[in-house]
């Protein structure tokens, strides 16, 4: 036999289970009461009704997911002549600030360490591609924010519930 508990308060579906008719027992534990039936945790018990809980999805929400999946493309690191790049915030100021003094020094690191955790030898000119493809990829992030922000913003309040970002590379 199917049971669950659900809250006094909330009629929200807190536990689940099945036990055998014999020892069923309807009862209120804690705020909570027992019923037997068939349901999903997170459901409302209303009335005597199980209602599925719609989640509400505001334009704000999905503007935060948006821009925090950009962020996590922006820092997650990039591929550099088939190695991989570090991309994070701080280690793209360390590569701008060798680049800025190996130009105005004429003296570039020796050696810079990969995401790999591997040191390798680059010429200055190295260095300026590997800045620009960091750069190339940081901005592409930023393209893609923005075009997933005009896409939401053509997508009707009634429609939210339906909106779902493009993947990386899809719209650029």
């Given at each position: ?23 069923f027992e ?13 349901a ?30 950009r ?102």
């Open positions: 036999m199917d049971y669950f508990f659900y809250d006094l308060s909330t009629g929200e579906v807190t536990q689940v289970g099945q036990t055998s008719p014999e020892v309807v009862m209120v534990y804690a705020g909570r009461q027992k019923v037997a039936g068939v999903k945790v997170g459901q409302r018990y209303i009335d005597g009704v199980l209602v599925d809980v719609v989640p509400v999805v505001t334009r704000e929400h999905i503007a935060a997911k948006i821009a925090d999946t962020w996590q493309y922006e820092t997650g690191g990039t591929i550099w002549q088939g190695k991989p790049v570090n991309t994070e915030r701080d280690a793209v100021a360390l590569l701008k600030m060798a680049v800025d003094d190996g130009r105005s020094s004429g003296i570039w690191p020796p050696e810079w360490k990969l995401d790999d955790g591997v040191f390798y030898p680059l010429s200055a000119g190295d260095y300026e591609s590997l800045r620009v493809a960091v750069r190339v990829h940081i901005q592409a992030a930023f393209a893609w924010e923005a075009t997933e922000l005009q896409r939401l913003a053509s997508v009707a309040d009634a429609d939210l519930s339906h909106f779902t970002m493009a993947q990386f590379g899809a719209v650029l």
